[in-house]
């Protein structure tokens, strides 16, 4: 990663933490880099207009600590101010739909 960084803490669900750790022990790689690939993969995917949902009450997160590259945060606050969400919900969302772009991505790939 060039440039600044931010060290961040994010909460995910804990499915998609658990799909984040055995992703990043199979590619070799570390949990954080996961994380960013995910959500590198997911703010891609995101727009405007899109609904961004709130974690639900009930629901247990999981909290994960990550260095994230500058302009990845900067558009994690940009989004969450433009959709009235809270950047935990913007990242929560854009972890998950990275999760499936990556997913279907190596779905692809093996085909």
Not at 35 to 46: D, E, H, K, S, V
């Amino acid at each position: 990663m060039d440039g600044p960084l931010v060290f961040r803490s994010i909460y995910v669900d804990m499915d998609v933490d658990a799909k984040l750790r055995a992703q990043a022990a199979e590619d070799g790689v570390s949990k954080g880099e996961m994380c960013r690939r995910y959500l590198r993969a997911g703010l891609a995917r995101m727009n405007k207009v899109s609904p961004i949902p709130a974690a639900p009450k009930d629901v247990s997160l999981g909290m994960r600590t990550v260095y994230l590259a500058a302009d990845m945060d900067a558009a994690v606050r940009s989004l969450a101010r433009e959709a009235r969400a809270l950047q935990t919900d913007v990242i929560r969302c854009a972890m998950r739909r990275g999760m499936k772009a990556l997913d279907a991505k190596a779905v692809r790939r093996r085909a």
